[in-house]
């Protein structure tokens, strides 16, 4: 292999679901940077690799990227794996790919498992477009403040959640979002892996009945119904203004409330 940064994906839980590639470019790699050596340990044992390894994470990362950047310009090959899944996704690796980037380093995606399409694909739910959120946030006023400024998205959203907070944030959704059809996607390729479909109420139901709950979680909202407007474009953008939100801001929100670009409500206003 030439000196690259290779980004490999492995598996989210069933170990079988690794490629024959990310194989290849393990056993062909000079180091590789893990999110947790300990745990990517355990899957290169199962494989028979036996490989330098070095730790890659959030509170090293700074320093971490100097020094494989100095190994790539130098000729080494470095593989970048995350826990599980693909590396970048909600996971480090940003500062080291720019960094390779910008030193001229080709970076190779080696693509495998991911939580996000996995889910998506088993939900039951549109899949024509969809929005990935990463971790929502873990306080009850930020989580709440940006679900609802998500009230007019029209494609599936997908993010991922704790298990202790769970019940809180379904409750957020069925406040803020009403009857969506919703989708909790939890141990994705495990041996306890389920799918709970329904409104945001009903799925939490179902899950505030356990004794806990425990896992992964990938959490799916689907769209919902439009809501019709009431008042013309014009109107709706001059009580955004009365309200005190500048004009531009005005007109960002109408045409996200109304699935409109800010071309168009600009045209109408005008």
């Not at 306080?139 to 993010?159: N, V």
């Not at 892996?193 to 939490?204: H, K, S």
Request: aromatic content about 4%; proline content about 6%.
């Amino acid at each position: 292999m030439p000196a690259s940064l290779y980004l490999v994906a492995t598996p989210i839980g069933n170990l079988e679901d690794i490629t024959l590639r990310a194989l290849r470019v393990l056993k062909e790699a000079d180091v590789i940077a893990c999110e947790d050596t300990r745990q990517t340990g355990k899957l290169l044992a199962h494989f028979g690799i036996d490989k330098p390894t070095v730790s890659y994470h959030d509170h090293n990362e700074a320093a971490r990227t100097q020094e494989l950047l100095a190994r790539l310009v130098a000729g080494a090959q470095v593989a970048l794996v995350s826990d599980a899944g693909t590396p970048l996704i909600s996971d480090p690796g940003y500062r080291l790919v720019i960094a390779a980037i910008a030193a001229g380093i080709p970076v190779v995606p080696v693509p495998g498992a991911s939580a996000v399409l996995s889910a998506l694909a088993g939900a039951g739910l549109p899949t024509d477009a969809y929005r990935y959120g990463g971790f929502l946030p873990v306080k009850s006023t930020q989580r709440r403040k940006l679900l609802e400024s998500l009230r007019a998205e029209t494609c599936t959203l997908i993010f991922y959640e704790a298990p202790h907070r769970i019940l809180d944030t379904l409750a957020d959704i069925a406040s803020l979002l009403g009857d969506r059809p919703v989708v909790v996607a939890r141990e994705l390729t495990k041996f306890y892996e389920e799918f709970l479909r329904g409104t945001a109420e009903q799925v939490r139901v179902q899950l505030a009945a356990r004794p806990s709950v425990k896992g992964e979680i990938t959490l799916l909202i689907g769209k919902g119904a439009p809501v019709a407007a009431t008042n013309s474009v014009e109107e709706a953008v001059h009580e955004l203004e009365e309200a005190g939100i500048p004009r531009m801001d005005a007109i960002k929100q109408v045409a996200r409330d109304r699935g409109l670009s800010k071309r168009d409500v600009y045209k109408q206003i005008m």
